[in-house]
Antibody, heavy 114, light 111 residues
């Protein structure tokens, strides 16, 4: 079955960097677009970024554009989110999501605090 | 702020029918992009409930149905059950933002 396992969440200080990872299994990762979606504590869902299967097309939410980078390693079935210059309002659970939003990971928590 | 607006909460007794609305604009729902619905039970990841406006993934009970008209969409739960108590989100693509958008979310309470 499809499985998405995120990791890399941590408590970090404002202005620092962090990289999230998502290891995929149970489907053909190299042909699937992938997304990151986040949810701040007690808040709704917010789409963060999308990459096409070949990384030729990438989309970012305005709130993270210029600070976050989505990329992937198809040889390792792994999706990444490089987060730079993080802010307090980046505090959230980050979910890795498959192409048509039909499969979600369990999420990894990023907490930005001084 | 989200470009897809949902009523904050709806409630109903077991067995009743409830409707959740999702209002967008000409750059998302009205542009013909598919509308999806997600259910999020407390403490869990979201689950795809309805895809492409009105299709149910396997395993989703047929008491859940979706529709879309113009710049709005609706999720209907008929025969409400206690396990349906959750948060529900609509989602689409927005051409003006060049990205995906989620609705503000609706909390369903079973009385």
């Amino acid at each position: 079955q499809v499985q998405l396992v995120e990791s890399g969440g941590d408590v970090v200080q404002p202005g620092t960097s962090l990289r999230l990872s998502c290891v995929a299994s149970g489907f053909t990762f190299r042909t699937s677009a992938m997304h990151w979606v986040r949810q701040a504590p007690g808040k709704g869902l917010e789409w963060v970024a999308t990459t096409s299967f070949d990384e030729r097309t990438k989309y970012y939410a305005d709130s993270v554009k210029g600070r976050f980078t989505i990329y992937r390693d198809n040889s390792k079935d792994t999706l990444y989110l490089q987060m730079s210059n993080v802010r307090a309002d980046d505090t959230a659970i980050f979910y890795c999501v498959r192409e048509i939003f039909d499969s979600w990971g369990q999420g990894t928590l990023v907490a930005v605090s001084s | 702020q989200s470009v897809l607006t949902q009523s904050p909460s709806v409630s109903g007794a077991p067995g009743q029918r409830v409707t959740i609305s999702c209002t967008g604009s000409s750059s998302n729902i009205g542009a013909g992009y598919d509308l999806h619905w997600f259910q999020q039970l407390p403490g869990t990841a979201p689950r795809l409930l309805i895809y492409a406006n009105n299709h149910r993934p396997s395993g989703v009970p047929d008491r859940f149905s979706g529709s879309k008209a113009g710049t709005s969409a609706s999720l209907v739960i008929t025969g409400l059950q206690a396990e349906d108590e959750a948060d529900y989100y609509c989602q689409s693509f927005d051409s003006r933002l060049s990205g995906y958008v989620f609705g503000t979310g609706t909390k369903v309470t079973v009385l």
